[in-house]
């Protein structure tokens, strides 16, 4: 294989995960936009502790939607890192991880709390 194959080999690959990224993303933020209008809509939703929760999760995975896919959205595209400093490949890197780990960390929290809510269903209530 030589060097003219493995580039193009590895524009098709790059093209391709720029159109299927593309392709989920735009459906993926309609679909955010509209669980956050029916939260709007419907407030009292809100009182229940379990809802709380996982409007937060929505929102930092919305803020991972909108300002985290689109840098290897573009990455993909370009087939290089724009700009291709050290400054914003760290920033890049701390960004993804940090907000990854965030998900991670309210998903185990929401986790816990949903099998609190269901085997003890007082244990929230105050008295």
Request: proline share 5%; charged share 10%; hydrophobic share 50%.
């Amino acid at each position: 294989m030589d060097m003219k194959t493995f580039e193009d080999s590895k524009f098709v690959l790059h093209r391709t995960k720029f159109f299927i990224l593309i392709t989920l993303q735009i459906p993926a933020i309609i679909i955010s936009l509209l669980i956050f209008a029916f939260f709007i809509k419907h407030r009292t939703t809100l009182n229940a502790l379990q809802n709380q929760a996982l409007l937060i999760l929505l929102i930092v995975t919305f803020v991972e939607l909108v300002a985290d896919l689109p840098m290897p959205i573009n990455y993909y595209y370009l087939g290089y890192v724009s700009p291709a400093t050290p400054s914003y490949c760290n920033w890049w890197t701390f960004f993804e991880y940090s907000i990854h780990l965030i998900s991670e960390l309210l998903m185990a929290t929401i986790s816990i709390q949903r099998h609190a809510l269901i085997f003890s269903p007082n244990i929230f209530q105050s008295r």
